[in-house]
C-alpha cells in the first residue's frame, strides 16, 4: 500500500506545498514544531532513507539544500535546522525547521496550531522563492 507521503505526492491528500522537483517533493508538515517546518521527500518510496542508493540520497539533500536556501530568504530565523527520525511515516523524508536557538530543534513541544490561511501563506512564499531561486540565482547551487 502507497504511504501517505506517496499520496501527498500523487495529489491524492492534500499538502501545502512548498517545492517539487521530478524525483522530489516538499511540503509543511500539518503539525509544525514551529511555523515552516518543512518535510523533504524523494518520490521514490524506501521505508528508511539511509536505505536509499547512493545517488538518490544524495540527490535528495541536494533538493533539501534548495528548500533550506529558500526557507531561510523568507522565514525569519537564524538558520535551517535539519532532522531525520522516520518513525512515524515509513517513507523517506527530512524534517527542515527555521530556528534561533537549540531548543527550537524541541519535537517533544507541544506542536504549534497554525490556521489553514496562514500555512497556506508561508507555503506559497517559500514555493515562490524556491522557483525564483531555480530561475534566477541557479548558481547559488
Ligand atoms: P517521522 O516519521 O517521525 O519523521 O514524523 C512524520 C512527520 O510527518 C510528523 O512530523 C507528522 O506531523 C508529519 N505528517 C504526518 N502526516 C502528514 C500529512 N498528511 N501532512 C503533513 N505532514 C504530515
Do not use: W
Not at 539533500?61 to 534548495?66: E, G, H, I, Q, V
Not at 513541544?109 to 541557479?138: C, G, L, V, W, Y
Amino acid at each position: 500500500m502507497a504511504s501517505i507521503f506517496s499520496r501527498i505526492i500523487a495529489g491524492e491528500i492534500p499538502s501545502y506545498k512548498v517545492a517539487e522537483d521530478d524525483k522530489h517533493y516538499a511540503f509543511l508538515d500539518i503539525n509544525p514544531v514551529a511555523p515552516g517546518h518543512t518535510l523533504v521527500v524523494p518520490k521514490h518510496e524506501v521505508d528508511y532513507i539511509f536505505d536509499l542508493p547512493q545517488d538518490e540520497y544524495a540527490e535528495l539533500m541536494a533538493f533539501a539544500k534548495k528548500v533550506a536556501k529558500a526557507m531561510k530568504d523568507v522565514m525569519p530565523c537564524k538558520r535551517i535546522g535539519v532532522a531525520v527520525m522516520g518513525l512515524e511515516v515509513p517513507h523517506a523524508h527530512v524534517h527542515l525547521l527555521p530556528i534561533n536557538s537549540e531548543s527550537d530543534m524541541n519535537f517533544f513541544t507541544e506542536k504549534k496550531q497554525i490556521p489553514a490561511d496562514e500555512m497556506k501563506d508561508i507555503a506559497a512564499r517559500i514555493f515562490n522563492k524556491f522557483e525564483e531561486n531555480e530561475t534566477s540565482h541557479p548558481e547559488i547551487f
